[in-house]
């Protein structure tokens, strides 16, 4: 996504499957391969990982 991926949309490199079709390939962004998954982050599962996320992208919205 050469602008950035907006809050609240799911990136164009996502599956069907919900799978990261750039993982393990050099087109992967620098953003993407540094970020490292936690438990206080993601939860247990897709659910709790998308409320924690919407949440945070909520809390950091411009006003
Ligand atoms: S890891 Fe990065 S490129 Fe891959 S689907 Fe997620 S946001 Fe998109």
Same mark, same amino acid.
């Given at each position: ?8 949309? =799911?990136?164009?490199?996502? +599956? ?5 079709? @750039?993982? *393990?390939?050099?087109? %992967? =962004?620098?953003?993407?391969? +540094? ?5 206080? @982050?993601? *939860?247990?599962?897709? %659910? ?16």
């Amino acid at each position: 996504m050469p602008a950035g991926k907006p809050a609240g949309h =799911p990136c164009i490199q996502l +599956d069907a499957n919900g799978r990261c079709r @750039l993982f *393990g390939h050099p087109e %992967r =962004p620098r953003v993407c391969r +540094d970020f490292t998954p936690t438990v206080a @982050l993601c *939860g247990d599962n897709r %659910r709790q990982a998308l409320e924690r996320l919407t949440a945070l992208e909520r809390a950091t919205a411009p006003p």
